[in-house]
């Protein structure tokens, strides 16, 4: 059980590493593409590395599963989830994009009593609301420069914990590349479904940033923007299994605050690539959600942080 703890802990830092590596590639492109379309692309890019991970892990057949319901209805959680957290990078700086995105793993402590039975206490839903302080210090509602993308970048939050709840539920019978399989076939099932919608209903422009990196139609790219698109295929195929990895091996409620890691990746790849400085709130804002997560798995190691009885059991096997 420790090791896999050890190893679970281990392949969520490095994926998010490698996920955050997406962000300045998608955010140099979402002035002149549309989200769709670099989805569409890095799924393509993606989608024969992940055939031969599947294959050599545990076979295609392995995709012919019985979950197969399930981890559809993950994949595309999935995808609504990356679609409006690129959509928030569209508009925000990144280290406020994902600053707020970091509630996640705050939202994930918080739903793994209801749904997985994972033994959360008052003190850790005590620090999701430290952690929503945080998110009010950040976006500063009232001071008149409040951007509405921020709330894309919570929503994904919630819909990327949820996701990986149910990683954690799944993960007995699932290999991480056969859930990476189905998420990059949503990626790109979604996105072709998305562009089309807008295509017939005629909408092609829109005035926030946001909104128009996902309206706009499709264009033929230039080749140092493929190349940065395509580089998203392969970043996101090896994200994509460790992060599904990482939740298959641990408790969620333990291994989720690693994903704070994060934070020393985002507001250095603003500075190099856009010369973006964070604000003095978004730095305190950032470090109360992170303090949050902190606390919240301080509180479970002191406790010992023994998975419910039962309802994990076979995961921890």
């Known amino acids: 059980m420790q090791n896999r703890m050890v190893l679970g802990i281990l392949s969520l830092c490095l994926g998010v590493l490698v996920f955050s590596l ?9 002035s002149g593409y549309p989200v769709t379309q670099v989805m569409a692309i890095r799924a ?16 295609l057949k392995a995709v012919l599963s019985k979950r197969a319901g399930m981890l559809t209805l993950r994949a595309f959680i999935q995808f609504s989830s990356y679609t409006v957290y690129y959509l928030a990078i569209a508009a925000l700086p990144l280290a406020d994009a994902v600053a707020l995105y970091f509630m996640a793993p705050l939202f994930i402590m918080a739903m793994a009593g209801p749904y997985l039975g994972e033994r959360v206490s008052w003190k850790t839903l005590a620090t999701v ?22 709330l894309l970048s919570l ?9 990986q709840l149910m990683a954690r539920r799944i993960g007995d019978t699932e290999s991480s590349t056969v859930m990476a399989f189905y998420q990059n076939g949503a990626y790109l099932s979604g996105a072709v479904a998305v562009a089309a919608v807008f295509h017939v209903a005629g909408i092609t422009h829109a005035a926030h940033p ?6 706009r139609p499709w264009v033929w790219p230039t080749m140092p923007d493929f190349l940065k698109m395509a580089a998203c295929g392969f970043v996101a195929s090896a994200g994509m299994i460790l992060l599904s990895q990482a939740y298959r091996m641990a408790p969620a409620n333990r291994v989720a605050t ?60």
């Open 22 to 30: 997406q962000d300045p590639l998608v955010k140099a492109v979402s």
């Open 44 to 59: 393509i890019v993606a989608l024969p590395i992940l055939i031969v991970l599947v294959q050599v892990d545990v076979g």
């Open 129 to 150: 609301l430290i952690g929503l302080v945080g998110v009010l210090v950040m976006v500063r509602p009232g001071a008149g420069v409040f951007d509405w993308a921020a």
């Open 155 to 163: 929503g994904s939050a919630f819909l990327y914990g949820f996701s």
């Open 210 to 215: 946001s909104v128009e990196f996902l309206v």
């Open 258 to 317: 690693f994903e704070y890691t994060g934070i020393l990746w985002s507001p250095l790849w603003g500075f190099l690539f856009f010369a973006e400085v964070p604000r003095e709130t978004t730095v305190l804002g950032a470090a109360l959600i992170i303090g949050a997560g902190l606390l919240a798995l301080g509180g479970g190691r002191r406790r010992g942080a023994a998975p419910a009885a039962g309802a994990v059991s076979s995961e921890a096997a």
